[in-house]
C-alpha cells in the first residue's frame, strides 16, 4: 500500500535480477486477467511452490491441461447444482451454534479456529460427502502444515530443496501422506462402487469433455480435490472471520444485519430460497472481502513486453495485482479504509469498473467455485448471526499476516452469546 500510496497505480522494483511490477488501476487489472490474458501465464515463484503440493489442480495448471480440466468441472459447480449443499452449510453452521450456546454463560471462541474447523466440515462434507470433522485435527493439521511450509518457501532467498531431511521438510511429508491417504481413499472407494453420493467428488467422476469424452484419472482427481480442499476451507474461513471482526467493530450495520434476518427468516432455518431476500447480508461479505480480500494477491509472468496504461512491462517480469490495493483506490472508493456494505447497493453498481472489486480473481482463470463460496458465506453468517452475538474483547485493530492469504496476525478471539430477535 504504501507504494501506492506513493508512486501510483504503476510500482516498478527489482528483487534480484527479477522486475516486479505491481498494477493497481483496475484497467490494469482487466489487461493482464481477461484482454491480453494469454501473454501472462504463472510461472511465478509463487505458483511454482504451490504446484509442488497441489500439483496440477485447476489452480495451478496452466495451457491445454488446464482448459480440458476447467471444461471438465464447470458443470459441477453451475448454480443449479451446488445449490443442493445448502442444506449442509446451514446444518453445519446451526450445529456449531448448539455447541456454543450449550454453555450456562456466553463463552470466549477463537473465531479463527471454529470458522476453519467449519468450513473444513463444510467442504469435506460436500465435496467427499465424509464428515472430516472427526478427523479435524489431523486433516486441519495437515492443511495447515502445508500452507505453513509454502509460506515459508516462498519467502526464503534460497529455498532449501525438499528431499533435505530437515523436521520441516519430514513434517510437511507427513501432511502430503495424510492427504493423500485421506483422498485416494475415497476416490477407490468411489470406483469400486461402495457408494455414489450427490456429491462434488461424484460430479467431477462422472463429468466429460465435451470434445473428447474422456474423465479424469484417479491422479488428476486427486489434485483437484485437494486444490478445492486447500482453497476452498482457507479462503472461506479467512473471509467469515474478518466479517465477524468488522461486524463486532461496527454495532450500526450489526443491527441492520440482524433486522434482515430475523425479517426475513422469522425464526426460519435459512435455505437457498432465502439468498434473494438476503441482500445485506451479501454486501456486509462483500464489504468484508473488499477490505480484507483473502486471496490477497496474484503473480503473472509477462511472456513478452506489453503497454499498459502507458507504462512498459518488461518481457518476462513478474506482474502482482493485489486486490486489497486496488479494492482501496481513491479514485473508486470513497473513503475506502471505511466499511460501508451499501457500496455493494445494487443501484451503485454502475459506479465502478468490474475489475475494482476482484476477490475470486476475473477473466478465464476467476476462481471456479465463486458461486459456491458467496452461498456458504450469505448461509453460513445467517445462521450463526439468527442465533448469537459475537463481541470481540477490548484491544487494538487485528492485525494482518499477508502470506498465500490474508489471515489475521492473531486468533480473533471474542465473546458468544444468544441473541434475541430484532424488535419489530
Given amino acids: 500500500m504504501s507504494g501506492f500510496r506513493e508512486l501510483g497505480d504503476v510500482v516498478h522494483f527489482r528483487m534480484f535480477t527479477r522486475d516486479l511490477v505491481l498494477l493497481a488501476h483496475p ?13 501472462y501465464d504463472k510461472q511465478t515463484r ?3 511452490v504451490l504446484r509442488a503440493y497441489l500439483r496440477q489442480g485447476l489452480l495451478t495448471s496452466e495451457g491445454d491441461h488446464w482448459l480440458r480440466q476447467r471444461r471438465i468441472a464447470q458443470p459441477g459447480f453451475h448454480r ?5 449443499f445448502g442444506q449442509t452449510m446451514t446444518r453445519a453452521a446451526g ?5 456454543w450456546l450449550d454453555v450456562p454463560a456466553p463463552d470466549l471462541v477463537n473465531v479463527t479456529t471454529e470458522m476453519m474447523r467449519l468450513t473444513l466440515r463444510i467442504v469435506g462434507e460436500t465435496l467427499l460427502s465424509t464428515d472430516v470433522s472427526r478427523e479435524a485435527d489431523r486433516v486441519g493439521q495437515a492443511l495447515n502444515v502445508t500452507l505453513q511450509r509454502a509460506n515459508e518457501v516462498i519467502g526464503q532467498v534460497v529455498p532449501r530443496p525438499e528431499w533435505w531431511p530437515t523436521p520441516a521438510n519430514r513434517q510437511l511429508r507427513a ?14 472407494g468411489r470406483r469400486a462402487g461402495d457408494s455414489d453420493p450427490d456429491d462434488l467428488l461424484s460430479m467431477l467422476m462422472q463429468a466429460r469433455d465435451e470434445e473428447t469424452g474422456q474423465g479424469m484419472s484417479d491422479p488428476q482427481l486427486r ?10 476451507h482457507e479462503t472461506t474461513a479467512i473471509a467469515l472471520g474478518w466479517t465477524w471482526y468488522l461486524l463486532s467493530q461496527h454495532k450500526t450495520v450489526r443491527e441492520r444485519l440482524h433486522a434482515e434476518i430475523d425479517s426475513v427468516l422469522d425464526g426460519r432455518t435459512p435455505s437457498v430460497a432465502d439468498l434473494p431476500g438476503l441482500g445485506y447480508v451479501e454486501r456486509v461479505i462483500k ?3 473488499r477490505l480484507f480480500p483473502p486471496a490477497w494477491i496474484i503473480s503473472r509472468r509477462a511472456i513478452e513486453e506489453d503497454v499498459i496504461g502507458g507504462y512498459r512491462v518488461p518481457a518476462g517480469s513478474i506482474v502482482l495485482l493485489s486486490p486489497y490495493v486496488t479494492h482501496r483506490h481513491p479514485g473508486f472508493w470513497e473513503n475506502p479504509e471505511d466499511f460501508d456494505p451499501d457500496r455493494f447497493d445494487m443501484n451503485r453498481q454502475g459506479e465502478r469498473p468490474a475489475f475494482a472489486f476482484f476477490p475470486f480473481g476475473g477473466g478465464p482463470r476467476q476462481c471456479i467455485g465463486n458461486s459456491f463460496a458467496m452461498m456458504e458465506l450469505v448461509l453460513v453468517v445467517a445462521t ?4 448469537c452475538q459475537l463481541d470481540r474483547l477490548p484491544g487494538g485493530p487485528v492485525g494482518t499476516a499477508p502470506s498465500i492469504t490474508l489471515r489475521a496476525a492473531t486468533p480473533i478471539t471474542m465473546r458468544v452469546g444468544p441473541r434475541a430477535p430484532s424488535p419489530a
Avoid: H, K
Avoid at 95 to 99: F, G, N, S, T, Y
Avoid at 384 to 387: H, L, S
Fill in 46 to 48: 509463487g505458483f511454482q
Fill in 287 to 289: 464489504e468484508s472481502m
Fill in 175 to 188: 501432511a502430503m501422506r495424510t492427504l493423500d491417504d485421506v483422498i485416494l481413499e475415497i476416490i477407490a
Fill in 80 to 84: 443449479t447444482r451446488i445449490a443442493g
Fill in 384 to 387: 450463526i448471526a439468527q442465533r
Fill in 223 to 232: 489434485d483437484e480435490v485437494m486444490t478445492i480442499f486447500l482453497a476452498g
Fill in 95 to 99: 450445529e456449531l451454534v448448539d455447541r
Fill in 27 to 39: 484497467d490494469a487489472v482487466r489487461r493482464v486477467l481477461q484482454d491480453n490474458v494469454g501473454n
